[in-house]
């Protein structure tokens, strides 16, 4: 079965950092492209950071653009989200998101909260 787990959201204060955590399994994680969305409070989901199943990582949306990047351990089967220099707009709840023969997965989210 394939699943998606996500861990490391929470409080962080203004300018502060978090590394999210995805540990798939029932999937080789490396051999497909991953994905990061997120969905603000009363807005639409929107993909910031990827990988690819051959290690080329980006980011989509331009506000994260120099602050967030993704990795990925294949070993753990597990993909991050390094977080930097956090703003009370980045606050969203985060997913974790892979396609598989057409299909899509996503993680539970987990929720980041930027603020003093």
């Known amino acids: 079965q394939v699943q998606l787990v996500e861990s490391g959201g929470g409080l962080v204060q203004p300018g502060g950092s978090l590394r999210l955590s995805c540990a798939a399994s029932?999937?080789?994680?490396?051999?497909?492209?991953m994905n990061w969305y997120r969905q603000p409070p009363g807005k639409e989901r929107e993909l910031v950071a990827y990988?690819?199943?051959?290690?080329?990582?980006?980011n989509y949306a331009d506000s994260v653009k120099g602050r967030f990047a993704m990795s990925r351990d294949s070993a753990k089967n597990t993909v991050y989200l390094q977080m930097n220099s956090l703003q009370p707009e980045d606050t969203a709840v985060y997913y974790c998101?892979?396609?598989?023969?057409?299909?899509?997965?996503w993680g539970q989210g987990t929720q980041v909260t930027v603020s003093s």
């Open positions: 029932g999937f080789t994680a490396s051999s497909y492209k």
């Open positions: 998101h892979t396609i598989i023969r057409f299909m899509n997965y």
């Open positions: 990988i690819t199943s051959g290690g080329s990582i980006g």
